[in-house]
């Protein structure tokens, strides 16, 4: 293509993603770093991506063990391997044709997962019944999820679809409704309660939306993404009885169901509820759930393979989601062997059932415990708060940005918090995500918070303690402000504000700065950092280009195995 005005118009509009250019930077330091060039860092540090393997989390063997099988059949021959590994792997290859994984399937999956995975959701929902008919299998549950906005998109010169989405939402859903040309409709998720779906915010976005679009869908993660909230029964209810009031299709995105950890919480499918509901609500109210191989304590994001199930969905609609389905031929074969393991895994008296539940309850157990430790912390930064994740790999704080990030961000053209991340990267080597990739950037700018996306799934031998020369009461009054200011005036003034690494500290001695008693300590990186005078003034220089962007310390060391960084953000100094 010679010219930019021949790419399709819709290519064209959709939305790019900050945290592109953010793994594209981070690629290049990278490079750089292995060339030989002199950073603060010697390595680039991802807290964001999601990728449990990338993460270092080890695999499930029972998982790889029979998929090893099923590459190489000569290893059903291996008595090295468990009894139920080989004939796992065995009874999976005679559901491939030739005995191999080299050959097609049909395009909506493998009959034998489809028929496990039905079985695996009437098990989950109390015997609410599923049909393998009723399965498709997709690479990953992204994919499964374009082939339904796609269908829902209005004909030319017709009043455009539109799709409740909430505010924040998984990163690729708004690119993923621009591709399908539909038009996403945001509504609030309500932070202080715990990122609840609220009824009448639901009601509210639905009436703006009319007159410039037509609301045929609303989508929900549960547990949410980024935000790991949870809803109850009675939250699912209220969603279901709106959805068949307004004639809205519900999409149910799940690909966290087995990633519950909140106190109280457990998770509850639509489906499930939905089916417990009226007979007039369950069979009428068209529901399609999500769930992915890629999510959750799998992890499994490289085999790429997730499914759908379409309920109360017309015969003749489905008609065209298999031929839309078509186009893709079939998810990678290895990636369906690997959902029929997730879905069916070993039970009790098999040989490799007890590793199995020692190796889930391990990635289980670190998640929670990765998550409750880095919300404890994130809580304790000045300016910064945290809700509790429920389910999910990530955390969701928001913080509120001194003025001189939002002003250069303004000049630039950019979204503080994307600036925000960036900076971070080029000065410290971490990789954040943004807030405002998750559809949350007008909302959070009135509010004057943003967000930033974190991510808890990671080696428990990845958490080391930090290096520190401080001693433990002054480390505390500094995680606790005491150390910011002293005058209740500016106590109040600095309520809800990042601390400033430089603080002001005038003569008249109205304002106390910083008092660190340690004269030197190491930032585990290798640098020193001494307190010196500056211009009548108490300083903490850390040898950085300002500002030093984020505040990570033990909390969540977890996220850097090698090196943990503390430092406090730049205001308006």
């Known amino acids: ?90 009874s ?44 498709y299998i997709s690479a990953g549950s992204q994919m499964a999820m374009m082939v339904l906005v796609k269908m829902m998109a209005s004909g030319q010169g017709e009043t455009p679809a539109g799709v409740l989405t909430p505010a924040p939402c998984p990163p690729k859903l708004p690119m993923l409704l621009d591709d399908a040309g539909l038009t996403l409709v945001p509504y609030r998720l309500t932070e202080e309660r715990g990122w609840a779906v609220e009824l009448d915010e639901l ?25 790991g ?52 609500l369950s069979d009428t109210v ?58 069916n895994p070993p039970k009790p008296g098999d040989a490799s059932y007890d590793t199995y539940t020692q190796e889930i309850l391990l990635t289980r157990a ?43 961000a303004e000049a630039l053209g950019v979204e503080p918090d994307a600036l925000y991340c960036q900076r971070l990267l080029q000065e410290e080597g971490v990789i954040v995500g943004a807030g405002c990739q998750h559809g949350d950037a007008a909302a959070a700018a009135a509010a004057d918070r943003r967000h930033l996306r974190l991510c808890v799934l990671v080696p428990p031998d990845a958490c080391s303690p930090p290096n520190r020369k401080w001693d433990a009461q002054t480390r505390a009054q500094i995680l606790n402000g005491d150390k910011v200011c002293t005058t209740a005036r500016n106590q109040d003034q600095n309520r809800g504000r990042v601390a400033p690494l430089f603080p002001r500290r005038p003569s008249d001695g109205g304002t106390a700065g910083v008092s660190v008693k340690t004269p030197t300590w190491s930032t585990g990186s290798g640098r020193r950092c001494q307190r010196r005078q500056r211009s009548g003034r108490q300083s903490v220089n850390l040898h950085l280009p300002r500002p030093s962007l984020l505040l990570l310390g033990p909390g969540l060391s977890c996220w850097g195995p090698r090196r943990s960084i503390e430092y406090c953000m730049t205001a308006d100094d």
């Open 229 to 280: 909230h949870m809803q109850d029964r009675k939250s699912i209810e209220e969603v279901i009885r709106f959805a068949a009031a307004e004639k809205l299709v519900l999409l149910a995105d799940e690909v966290y169901q087995d990633s519950v950890y909140g106190a109280g919480s457990e998770f509850v499918s639509y489906k499930r509820v939905l089916f417990e509901m009226d007979k007039h």
């Open 366 to 408: 670190t998640l929670s415990q990765n998550a409750q430790r880095a919300w404890h912390f994130l809580n304790a930064l000045p300016g910064m708060s945290c809700q509790p994740a429920m389910g999910g790999i990530f955390l969701y704080p928001s913080l509120r940005l001194p003025a001189a990030i939002t002003e250069q």
């Open 1 to 90: 293509m010679s010219s930019l005005q021949r790419v399709n118009p819709r290519v064209r509009g959709m939305r790019g993603s900050p945290q592109a250019a953010l793994q594209s930077l981070a690629a290049r330091i990278t490079q750089e770093i292995s060339q030989g060039a002199q950073k603060s860092f010697t390595e680039v540090i991802d807290v964001e991506s999601g990728d449990p393997h990338g993460a270092g989390m080890k695999s499930i063997s029972f998982v790889r063990q029979v998929l090893a099988v099923c590459l190489c059949p000569q290893l059903l021959k291996d008595k090295s391997l468990p009894l139920d590994v080989r004939l796992r792997a065995q």
């Open 286 to 343: 068209e529901l399609v759930s999500f769930h992915s191989l890629s999510s959750g304590c799998m992890g499994e994001c490289g085999l790429r393979a997730g499914f759908m199930e379409a309920v109360n969905m017309d015969a003749g609609v489905m008609h065209y989601v298999d031929t839309l389905m078509c186009f893709d031929i079939s998810a990678p074969v290895t990636g369906q062997l690997a959902l029929d393991l997730m879905v």
């Open 203 to 227: 009601h509210r976005a639905l009436e703006a939306a009319r007159g410039r679009c037509e609301p045929r869908a609303i989508y929900l993660s549960n547990p949410g993404i980024p935000t």
């Open 92 to 135: 999976l290859l005679e559901s491939c044709d030739g005995g191999s994984v080299g050959a097609y399937t049909p395009s909506s999956g493998l009959h034998r997962v489809r028929q496990s995975i039905a079985e695996f959701i009437t098990r989950r929902d109390a015997g609410a019944p599923s049909y393998a008919k009723d399965i």
